[in-house]
Structures are given as structure tokens and as C-alpha cells.
């Protein structure tokens, strides 16, 4: 009875239009420093892309804040990813020596990538 009913108002929700995104609180990465050991450095500026943000919480001392992480991925067109945090930043012709890869989307399709 109490998964029927469960059922019925996940249902009602999705023919509303409203569906709620399902976040962990098991996180990829600090959302403030990002990892020396990944192969690209993916800093805080990308914490939309990688599903990170600060979510509401209920606890029993009242709401809080915490880091949860979304089940997609979403980069957009024109998004820069480099390999070392020295080729972040303004761009000037020194950097070319700094980083060994580059990512840049061309075009970001819609879904999960």
C-alpha cells in the first residue's frame, strides 16, 4: 500500500511536469580544490558541469547546506578543460608550453553525455 502510493505520487509528478533529480552525497571531488590526481584539471569553475552544487538539506537541528553531486554531466560548447592549472587563466603565448592537452566541446548535445 505505501509503494502504491509512493507509485501514484512519483507518477502525478512526472505527468505535472515535475521530476526531482536524484543527488548524492557521494562526491567526485571537492567542490573547492580540485584533484592534483586527475588527469585534467577541472577546477570549481566547473562544479555546474560535473552535477555539484549546494543542496538543502532537513536534519533534525533545523536545514543546512551540503555538497551533493546530480547523476549527469553537462559541459557546455566553448567549455576549456586543460591538463595542468598553469595554462588556466588569461591566455598569453608563454602558456603553450604548460599544458600537454586541451578539451574544448564543439557542440554539447542535450541528455546525458
Do not use: Q
Request: overall charge neutral; hydrophobic content about 40%; aromatic content about 12%.
Amino acid at each position: 500500500m505505501v509503494l502504491e502510493k509512493m507509485f501514484a505520487s512519483v507518477r502525478g509528478a512526472e505527468a505535472r511536469g515535475v521530476v526531482r533529480e536524484y543527488r548524492s552525497e557521494e562526491l567526485l571531488r571537492d567542490p573547492v580544490d580540485p584533484p592534483r590526481d586527475w588527469f585534467m584539471y577541472v577546477d570549481a569553475r566547473f562544479n555546474d558541469a560535473l552535477g555539484l552544487a549546494l543542496t538543502t538539506k532537513m536534519t533534525h537541528d533545523g536545514k543546512t547546506e551540503i555538497w551533493t553531486r546530480g547523476s549527469t554531466f553537462c559541459f557546455s560548447a566553448g567549455d576549456k578543460v586543460y591538463d595542468s592549472e598553469s595554462a588556466c587563466g588569461p591566455w598569453e603565448p608563454s602558456k603553450i608550453k604548460r599544458f600537454w592537452v586541451g578539451l574544448r566541446p564543439a557542440e554539447a548535445p542535450s541528455g546525458l553525455l
